[in-house]
């Protein structure tokens, strides 16, 4: 496996300047592209799974963080409150309080739950300089956040449905859980009490994963401050462990909140919390990409996706128009024309760009193109417009192979 730090930089996705600080890298022109993919890729999930979006604000006052129990039980990790006159705002340790006040800005019917939430949105660590490096370890973090407010009977099925999220994508994204943990309090003060809630939540935990399938292993000491988590956790270029996708059960913000919503039989009633990422961090998501695919990221995620050859000047105009109808279609093309050297020399240094297609005399004189595949498959020169279509559909299909090997026309080695 790569390091991300090394081909982040070779590559020009990020980097950092140590006038900016330390653990809070910069994203290139390239990094921004992929990072603007898997956020809309989640984003749209999101909304065809029944999520609806918010944006919420990085700071809050400090009684915000004093109601979640951050301020007591997860303060080691925060930023110091900034004092702005009588009052001290800090920057915000994770979303899920703004999401409380936001659903208690409005009452809700038990009609409109589950109700589901979610954020792609700033949170802060305040990490030690010692440990900080790359993606992995940062002090500004995006977070793929979402929080489902919703009834005691609902939670197996949302969570088991989170689940279910996070396997697509990671088939779309080409990487693998390295195992599921069920992350549960371990001893010492830093939970909060409330035991007969933490049974019921680990319960309803084991349940949904036991309904899943899926093999998982129970770790004490691994919990939210609020409540027990399924983690999926992953392994980076060094070995080493960390958690990317995240479901949890949470009995107790409801309760500081006082969150509320109107039953069938006109009282009032609290909803339970689930909390859920289904990439984590969008800045260890890009690096356990990086590090999983060594920069050759699945098409839909690629930088640049096509990059166009002419062979010669002769082929130049035709390239350059073959690179605006990929445009058109929203595929990312670049032309790499004569002037950049011998044919043999561009195409090693697009070794990364999933699609080469290369336009000699014939190709350009009937519109054909001679398709070479990162994976160094090359097949027959077909129409252009076929190769595009073909392509399109790849892309816009989230698919990790890069050709359709149903297709007749896929070719020859
Ligand atoms: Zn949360």
């Known amino acids: 496996m790569h390091d991300h730090r090394k081909l982040g930089r070779e590559l020009a ?28 890729y989640i984003r749209t999930a999101e909304r065809k799974a029944g999520y609806r979006h918010v944006y919420s604000p990085v ?45 208690r800005s409005r009452s809700h019917s038990y009609r409109e739950l589950p109700l589901r939430m979610a954020e792609l949105g700033g949170m802060y660590r305040s990490e030690l300089s010692g440990v900080l490096g790359g993606l992995t370890r940062v002090r500004a973090i995006q977070l793929n956040d979402a929080h489902i407010f919703c009834t005691l009977d609902q939670v197996a099925d949302e969570a088991g449905a989170a689940l279910e999220m996070i396997r697509r994508a990671y088939e779309a994204l ?46 004490e000491g691994e919990a939210a401050f609020y409540g027990p988590k399924i983690d999926v956790q992953v392994v980076d270029g060094l070995g080493r462990e960390s958690t990317l996708s995240t479901v949890q059960v949470d009995f107790h913000q409801p309760e500081r909140f006082d969150l509320r919503y109107i039953g069938a039989d006109g009282a009032k009633h609290r909803p339970v919390m689930v909390h859920r990422s289904i990439i984590g961090s969008v800045e260890r998501a890009v690096a356990h990409l990086i590090e999983e695919h060594g920069g050759a990221f699945p098409a839909w995620l690629s930088p640049t996706q096509v990059v166009v050859l002419p062979i010669s000047e002769a082929e130049l105009r035709h390239a350059e128009a073959l690179a605006r109808r990929c445009a058109d279609l929203g595929l990312r093309a670049e032309l790499a024309g004569p002037e950049r050297g011998s044919l043999g020399a561009r195409i090693r240094e697009a ?50 192979d890069l050709w359709d090997p149903a297709s007749p026309t896929s070719g020859r080695a």
């Not at 990020?14 to 898997?38: E, K, Q």
């Not at 409150?81 to 915000?92: C, F, I, N, Y």
């Not at 859980?177 to 084991?206: D, F, I, M, N, Q």
């Open 59 to 103: 700071l809050g006052k400090r009684e915000l963080y004093e109601i979640s129990g951050h301020w007591s039980h997860y303060s080691d990790d925060m930023f110091p409150p900034m004092d702005l006159g009588a009052e001290q705002v800090v920057l915000r340790p994770s979303l899920c309080p703004h999401h409380a006040l936001i659903y």
């Open 351 to 400: 070794r990364l760009v999933p699609y080469q297609a290369v336009i000699g005399a014939r190709e350009a004189a009937d519109d054909r193109v001679a398709l070479r595949l990162r994976d160094g498959r090359r097949l027959d020169p077909l129409p252009a417009e076929d190769v595009l279509d073909r392509i399109g559909a790849l892309v816009g299909a989230h698919r990790t």
């Open 13 to 40: 996705l990020f980097d950092t300047d140590p006038l900016i600080g330390a653990g809070l890298p910069y994203w290139l022109p390239d990094g921004a592209v992929v990072r603007h993919a898997l956020e809309e």
């Open 174 to 219: 080409g990487i693998g859980a390295a195992r599921y943990r069920l992350s549960l309090p371990g001893p010492g003060g830093k939970y909060v009490a409330a035991p007969e809630k933490w049974e019921r939540s680990v319960a309803l935990l084991t349940e949904v994963l036991d309904r899943s399938g899926l093999p998982y292993e129970a770790a």
